[in-house]
């Protein structure tokens, strides 16, 4: 017969006590929120660990269809006064603003990933509301002076909806008789993200989608220009947050966005990744800091047009992708590179979808005079204005239909040289496809951005894919199918050449880290 198991001595300790006992030793339980929010019951959290009870803990992290904080309702109604003043995010001095992001994100650690996932759909969410869309497009170009309202909202919403979350950051395992090792995503804790012109709401939203689904807290450095509509973004997205239970300043910025500000974000040690969507100048200052760098930088996209390419479609893209948002996107249409054969065709499909086609030497030379500094490089006050404005600045007027200034130049001329982000496009004749593609690898200039072909030969799009080294490459489409307007795939606002994480998403955000289990947990 099988012996009577020993009977339990009555002064074995309880569950209760052990957990107890664990916890006290651990220095006691802190809430991540403040307890005397509205919400009063945050994510409990230890030293070690977020402690999970049906019942006790009432956050998003508890998953609980019920939990009062997933389901709050929040006032997004922030006035222009309002957005600069100090809390909910917004900082005096970015010493302040990077130490409570600092403190931010060493509660972060500790909340689950449903829980980041909750601050990320809460982000989303903010923005995908029509009426916040439109506020924020239409506050984007009075302040900026840039772009047009209705291609923002397009983009804010791409933003929003497409950018990865935590889906992105997926764990490898390997295992054998040495045991298991994973191999996981993980925060670098505060990042530094310095944010453009000319996409600044749409920037702050899918950096801050993409850091805090790696696990991190983000100090944003917006430019001055676009200085209320970012505060107002980040205003609204901490608000959202803090609804939600996660810990306060995860996404923060200063009241007064300025160089010095940028400066000393770079300098600060406790950020330990930069990220900078801007020009060369920007991504040279942030590569040379001796910090975790991404660099986001220009573009020059060429489009090469052949003989064997739907030349009514090819018009009609083209004029679309190069006129979208006035053509601020970095990804957008910068010059045509037409083979001889088609190019008059070309041109007359362009002038029937919406181009304005300038012959006249003397109104070239006042287009240079106009949108052209002394050194060769664009004007700001024309940056992202729109042919109709253009056009009307040099003497001609023209109804709203017209979208772009089409031009045909040799390829010497700056117009074709340089980053215009203005609706002036440039047409340079090549005698074949094979120097189409490279004169089109020679306007890139080695930025590896964005390039685009029209064209039903697989070798020469092949070729072409291959010679031009582009994070983006579309075929036979507008250049905004590259970010996912109406392409497939993600979609990102930082789209790194120069540092080489190319499409960046999460998981460009977070580090490789090993945990290894030596001689145990390998079951096969
Ligand atoms: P910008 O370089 O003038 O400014 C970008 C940001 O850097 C701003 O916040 C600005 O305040 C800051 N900045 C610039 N110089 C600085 C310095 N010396 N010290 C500290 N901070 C500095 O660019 P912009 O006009 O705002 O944006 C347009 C440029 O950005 C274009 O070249 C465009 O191609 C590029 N861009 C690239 C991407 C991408 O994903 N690769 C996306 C958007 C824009």
């Known amino acids: 017969p099988v012996p009577a198991p020993p009977p339990i001595k009555s002064s074995a300790p309880s569950v209760e006590d052990t957990v107890a006992r664990i916890i006290a030793e651990m220095g006691g339980v802190k809430p991540v929120v403040d307890a005397t929010a509205p919400f009063a019951q945050g994510c409990i959290v230890t030293?070690?660990?977020?402690?999970?009870?049906?019942?006790?803990?009432?956050?998003?992290?508890?998953?609980?269809?019920?939990?009062?904080?997933?389901?709050?309702?929040?006032?997004?109604?922030?006035?222009?006064?309002?957005?600069?003043?100090?809390?909910?995010?917004?900082?005096?001095?970015?010493?302040?603003?990077?130490?409570?992001?600092?403190?931010?994100?060493?509660?972060?650690?500790?909340?689950?990933?449903?829980?980041?996932?909750?601050?990320?759909?809460?982000?989303?969410?903010?923005?995908?509301?029509?009426?916040?869309?439109?506020?924020?497009?239409?506050?984007?170009?009075?302040?900026?002076?840039?772009?047009?309202?209705?291609?923002?909202?397009?983009?804010?919403?791409?933003?929003?909806?497409?950018?990865?979350?935590?889906?992105?950051?997926?764990?490898?395992?390997?295992?054998?008789?040495?045991?298991?090792?994973?191999?996981?995503?993980?925060?670098?804790?505060?990042?530094?993200?310095?944010?453009?012109?000319?996409n600044p709401t749409e920037t702050i939203i899918c950096n801050s989608i993409g850091m805090l689904a790696a696990g991190n807290a983000v100090v944003f450095s917006p430019h001055p220009r676009a200085k209320i509509v970012s505060l107002l973004s980040i205003k609204m997205i901490n608000r959202k947050l803090a609804a939600l239970g996660a810990p306060a300043n995860l996404v923060v910025t200063v009241q007064a966005p300025s160089i010095d500000n940028t400066n000393a974000m770079m300098a600060h040690p406790k950020v330990r990744m930069l990220v900078a969507t801007g020009g060369p100048a920007i991504v040279k200052t942030v590569m040379s800091t001796g910090k975790k760098a991404i660099g986001a930088g220009a573009g020059n996209p060429p489009v090469v047009v052949d003989e064997t390419a739907d030349i009514e479609k090819a018009a009609k893209d083209i004029v679309s992708g190069c006129s979208f948002d006035n053509n601020l996107p970095c990804i957008a249409e910068k010059e045509v590179i037409a083979v001889s054969q088609i190019a008059d065709f070309l041109i007359s499909q362009m002038q029937k979808n919406g181009a304005y086609l300038v012959k006249d030497p003397a109104v070239v030379k006042k287009l240079e005079e106009l949108v052209l500094t002394a050194k060769g490089g664009p004007q700001t006050n024309c940056v992202g204005k729109s042919a109709v404005y253009l056009l009307d600045k040099v003497g001609i007027s023209v109804g709203p239909e017209i979208r772009v200034v089409l031009i045909e130049l040799p390829k010497e001329h700056p117009f074709v040289q340089e980053e215009l982000m203005m609706p002036i496009l440039p047409l340079v004749r090549a005698t074949d496809v094979d120097e189409a593609i490279d004169l089109a690898v020679e306007l890139e200039h080695g930025n590896r951005h964005t390039a685009m072909i029209h064209s039903t030969d697989v070798r020469k799009i092949t070729k072409m894919a291959k010679l031009i080294q582009t994070t983006i490459f579309v075929k036979n489409g507008p250049s905004y199918a590259g970010i996912g307007v109406g392409g497939e795939g993600y979609t990102t606002f930082t789209i790194a050449g120069p540092t080489g994480e190319g499409l960046t998403s999460p998981k460009s955000f977070a580090r490789r880290r090993k945990c290894v289990?030596?001689?145990a947990l390998n079951v096969r």
């Open 517 to 519: 289990m030596v001689e």
């Open 47 to 198: 030293d070690g660990m977020v402690t999970k009870a049906a019942g006790e803990v009432n956050c998003s992290c508890c998953e609980r269809s019920d939990c009062a904080l997933s389901s709050a309702p929040v006032s997004l109604d922030i006035s222009d006064e309002d957005a600069i003043t100090l809390g909910e995010g917004v900082f005096a001095t970015m010493d302040e603003a990077v130490e409570a992001a600092a403190e931010a994100q060493r509660q972060y650690l500790f909340c689950s990933m449903a829980a980041r996932k909750s601050f990320v759909d809460g982000i989303r969410e903010v923005f995908l509301d029509q009426a916040v869309l439109e506020r924020i497009s239409t506050m984007t170009v009075q302040q900026t002076g840039m772009g047009n309202a209705a291609d923002k909202i397009i983009k804010n919403r791409l933003a929003a909806s497409k950018t990865p979350g935590i889906e992105d950051l997926k764990t490898e395992a390997e295992s054998g008789d040495g045991g298991l090792t994973l191999v996981e995503y993980s925060a670098y804790g505060v990042i530094g993200s310095i944010t453009p012109t000319t």
